[in-house]
Antibody, heavy 122, light 112 residues
Framework: EVQLVESGGGLIKPGGSLRLSCAAS????????MSWVRQAPGKGLEWVGR??????????DYAAPVKGRFTISRDDSKNTLYLQMNSLKTEDTAVYYC?????????????WGQGTLVTVSS | DVVMTQSPLSLPVTLGQPASISCRSS???????????LNWFQQRPGQSPRRLIY???NRDFGVPDRFSGSGSGTDFTLKITRVEAEDVGVYYC?????????FGPGTKVEIK
């Protein structure tokens, strides 16, 4: 069974840093692209960024509001995705989800974690 | 940058009646493989999003056949043939581009 479990959220002051993790299981993590999506309280979904599989290579892509402040990385040996968030702003307050799409017998299945809440407030 | 719009933003429906949500992108984005990566997601209250439709009209595994997607170019539609109570939630269209993903603002479906 595919599972994505986010952790690391919490209350942080503006200007601070936080690292989120997404532990993956039930599939070959190293083969897939992974993404982060966030949702501010009572608001819609906003894509944060994505990281390709090592075999595909290429740059990690970010949404404009987080570019230069957030870094997505992965540790394939630990089946874990990370989101390093620096210079946090109040507008970064959101539930952060990790998500991926995996192919099984030529059919692509999409999976999401339960999310972790980040609150940026003084 | 691509901008996605949806209408209506709020959709009160009667149980058993059809519902339709429109999604429009500011530009047409068909990949060289001939595909337009327009997806639809459902987010029930208190839950994580769930993809319903991918590449405009393909239903995800386990999604009831009362959900269907259609469209081309810049105009796309999600239809529910007969709304059930479990369909309450917010529906988002999302376009995948080479730069990343862009979501629509969401359409809140509620029962009248």
């Amino acid at each position: 069974e595919v599972q994505l479990v986010e952790s690391g959220g919490g209350l942080i002051k503006p200007g601070g840093s936080l690292r989120l993790s997404c532990a993956a299981s039930g599939f070959t993590f190293s083969n897939v692209w992974m993404s982060w999506v966030r949702q501010a309280p009572g608001k819609g979904l906003e894509w944060v960024g994505r990281i390709r599989s090592k075999s595909d290579g290429g740059p990690t892509d970010y949404a404009a509001p987080v570019k230069g402040r957030f870094t997505i990385s992965r540790d394939d040996s630990k089946n874990t995705l990370y989101l390093q968030m620096n210079s946090l702003k109040t507008e970064d307050t959101a539930v952060y989800y990790c998500t991926t799409t995996i192919a099984y017998t030529s059919v692509w299945h999409n999976y999401w974690g339960q999310g972790t809440l980040v609150t940026v407030s003084s | 940058d691509v901008v996605m719009t949806q209408s209506p933003l709020s959709l009160p429906v009667t149980l058993g009646q059809p519902a339709s949500i429109s999604c429009r992108s500011s530009q047409s984005l068909e990949y060289s493989d001939g595909n337009t990566y327009l997806n639809w997601f459902q987010q029930r209250p208190g839950q994580s999003p769930r993809r319903l439709i991918y590449k405009v009209s393909n239903r995800d595994f386990g999604v009831p056949d009362r959900f269907s997607g259609s469209g081309s170019g810049t105009d796309f539609t999600l239809k529910i043939t007969r709304v059930e109570a479990e369909d309450v939630g917010v529906y988002y269209c999302m376009l995948r581009t080479r730069e990343g993903w862009t979501f629509g603002p969401g359409t809140k479906v509620e029962i009248k």
